[in-house]
């Protein structure tokens, strides 16, 4: 209960920035990571009248989950990281882009 205490005054960018599989449970109730994410969870929960607990708990849920993944990137040089995301992540996003601009 400690944790859950803890990760309530978290804000919610800091969330998604360690691990974007939160933002899925952030907006299954609605709440904007991107342009308020310099709110705690606390805050959030509470201007949408929603159990912040019950929301905490399913962050937990997705960040116990393994993804198969364990690279650091925080770890790596900036250079590397740079080379990987435009090699790896700008050819997905190409293809993604028509799908996203619908929304």
Request: glycine share 4%; net charge negative.
């Amino acid at each position: 209960m400690e944790t859950l205490h803890k990760d309530a005054q978290k804000h919610i960018g800091q969330f998604v920035a360690e691990d974007f599989r939160t933002a899925a449970v952030f907006s299954k109730y609605k709440i904007d990571f991107c342009c308020n994410g310099n709110r705690s969870v606390e805050a959030a929960c509470e201007k949408k009248g929603i159990d912040s607990n019950m929301l905490l708990e399913e962050l937990e849920s997705v960040l116990s989950t393994t993804t198969g993944q364990s690279i650091d990137y925080k770890s790596w040089p900036l250079d590397l990281l740079a080379e990987y995301i435009e090699k790896t992540h700008h050819r997905y996003v190409e293809e993604k882009i028509p799908v996203l601009r619908q929304f």
